[in-house]
């Protein structure tokens, strides 16, 4: 068996490795380019952002008025994130707001049907 040169490195011990010519042009990687999240993506990032700045006003022991508008925050948020939290993230705006909105629509259909068959309900109980 013949052993290998010295100017040849296997890297695996299956596939000898050449280096390259010394005068062979080298491939510059390009500088990785930022591209901006999708809307749905932005939207969960700033509603979560949103609640934590809720949680800041609830734990806050000075101010009262801190207090009483970091409650709603967090629970506008929170409906929010819940719905956002099913769009897929890579949405763009228009089919964001689109699911958003049947998202709204469902739930409150739900609600609108608990609120009717509540007292039907009731009465079966009794």
Do not use: C
Request: hydrophobic fraction near 50%; charged fraction near 10%.
């Amino acid at each position: 068996m013949a052993s290998p040169s010295h100017d040849v490195v296997v890297d695996d011990a299956r596939t000898p490795y050449q280096p390259p010519p010394p005068d062979a042009p080298t491939a510059v990687p390009s500088p990785v380019e930022r591209q901006p999240l999708p809307f749905a993506s932005r939207v969960q990032a700033i509603l979560i952002g949103v609640m934590l700045v809720g949680f800041v006003f609830i734990a806050q022991q000075w101010s009262k008025g801190l207090y009483q508008i970091g409650l709603p925050i967090i629970v506008v948020s929170a409906f929010l994130q819940i719905a956002f939290g099913n769009i897929p993230p890579a949405s763009g705006a228009r089919r964001s707001l689109t699911l958003l909105a049947v998202t709204w629509v469902l739930v409150a259909a739900i609600f609108g049907l608990a609120i009717v068959l509540a007292p039907t309900l009731i009465d079966f109980g009794r």
